[in-house]
């Protein structure tokens, strides 16, 4: 199993981007997904979670700016960012609550991390 982000980049204060994340490999089921970031020097913090329900939680910092969604038949969770600002820089990461084919219980995956500048 294997969580594959993509979408990050260079963004004006103000603009939009759109990140995703798949996963793939011998999944049995997936629970709640999610996006966590890291800046230079800070420690890696939540951003928004949506479960398999399809409820929602986001940071505070975030809140009516970003959207996070999810596609189960892709497999693939999503975080629309607008309103853009430079103290959203950093590498954003996926993070995923998966059950696999070969067992039981739920493992917390990780993406490889996309990285999103916003800066003029």
């Known amino acids: 199993v294997q969580l594959q982000a993509s979408g990050g980049g260079l963004v004006q204060p103000g603009g939009s981007l759109r990140l995703s994340c798949a996963a793939s490999g011998s999944i049995f089921s997936i629970n709640v997904m999610g996006w966590y970031r890291q800046a230079p020097g800070e420690q890696r913090e939540l951003v928004a979670t949506?479960?398999?329900?399809?409820?929602?939680n986001y940071a505070d910092s975030v809140k009516g700016r970003f959207t996070i969604s999810r596609d189960n038949t892709k497999n693939t969770v999503y975080l629309q960012m607008n309103t853009l600002k430079p103290e959203d820089t950093a590498v954003y990461y996926c993070?995923?609550?998966?059950?696999?084919?070969?067992?039981?219980?739920?493992?917390?995956?990780w993406g490889q991390g996309t990285q999103v500048t916003v800066s003029s």
């Open positions: 993070n995923a609550e998966i059950r696999s084919n070969d067992r039981d219980t739920y493992r917390n995956y």
């Open positions: 949506i479960t398999s329900g399809v409820w929602t």
